[in-house]
């Protein structure tokens, strides 16, 4: 199946600060969502993006697919922002989805006052 | 509009017991897929129901079944509890294939004791 690795692992930030998260995944794909998870375990879609760039207010996500990484940038950060971020991706069979997102470790974001 | 639901929020199980898990999705959308998170880990896939069949299932074992009901609403069953069951359960929804991604409901987090 496919493989998703996320990078960094974990990240401290002072609020105001910009950062930048990263998803390599080890075939091509037909979906890539990133999310983030609250601290109450919800999972929160913030861009549905398999290819080109997406903006959002602070946040913005560019997936290049034929080199298979996406990135999503995290601008002025806020301690609204702190909790876990996944990446996930589906590689459909035949043209149908089977339901079935792989998601990657995550990137767990603690951000400071 | 309402996103997806899931109920109950919390449950506490003993071991060999069986446990019902419920979601609806939201309105209009066709599949629904389970996943199963255990903690410090991204979620897992356990089934995709689409119309009613399933048309994927993950690597986990008999023990655990679903369900499809005409309104598009799921029930997720496990049997014959185990520890290692202690997860939180989250139920997504998606669109037609190509016009958007999945969405996620709270999730149920099952403690089996």
């Known amino acids: 199946g496919i493989q998703v690795e996320q990078s960094p692992p974990d990240l401290i930030l002072q609020e105001g600060a910009n950062s930048t998260l990263r998803c390599n995944f080890s075939?091509?794909?037909?979906?890539l969502q990133w999310f983030h998870q609250n601290p109450w375990g919800q999972l929160i879609n913030l861009f549905y993006?398999?290819?080109g760039t997406k903006q959002n207010g602070r946040l913005s996500a560019t997936t290049v697919a034929t080199e298979r990484y996406s990135l999503l940038y995290i601008s002025s950060s806020q301690t609204t922002d702190s909790g876990v971020y996944f990446c996930?991706?589906?590689?459909?069979?035949?043209?149908?989805?089977?339901?079935?997102?792989?998601f990657g470790q995550g990137t767990i974001l603690t951000v400071h006052p | 509009d309402a996103g997806v639901t899931q109920s109950p929020t919390h449950l506490i199980k003993t071991r060999g017991q069986h446990v019902t898990l419920r979601c609806s999705p939201i309105?209009?959308?066709?599949?629904v897929s389970w996943y199963q998170q255990v903690l410090g880990q991204g979620p897992q896939f356990i089934f995709q129901?689409?119309?009613?069949?399933?048309?994927g299932r993950g690597n986990f074992p008999d023990r655990f079944s679903a369900r499809q009901f005409p309104n598009y609403s799921s029930e997720l069953n496990v049997n014959a509890l185990l520890l290692g069951d202690s997860a939180l359960y989250l139920c997504a929804s998606s669109p037609p294939v190509g016009r958007g991604g999945y969405t996620f409901g709270s999730g149920t987090r099952l403690t089996v004791v």
């Open positions: 309105s209009g959308h066709k599949s």
């Open positions: 129901y689409y119309e009613k069949e399933e048309r």
């Open positions: 075939d091509s794909v037909n979906n």
């Open positions: 996930a991706v589906e590689r459909w069979a035949g043209g149908t989805s089977y339901g079935k997102l792989t």
């Open positions: 993006i398999p290819s």
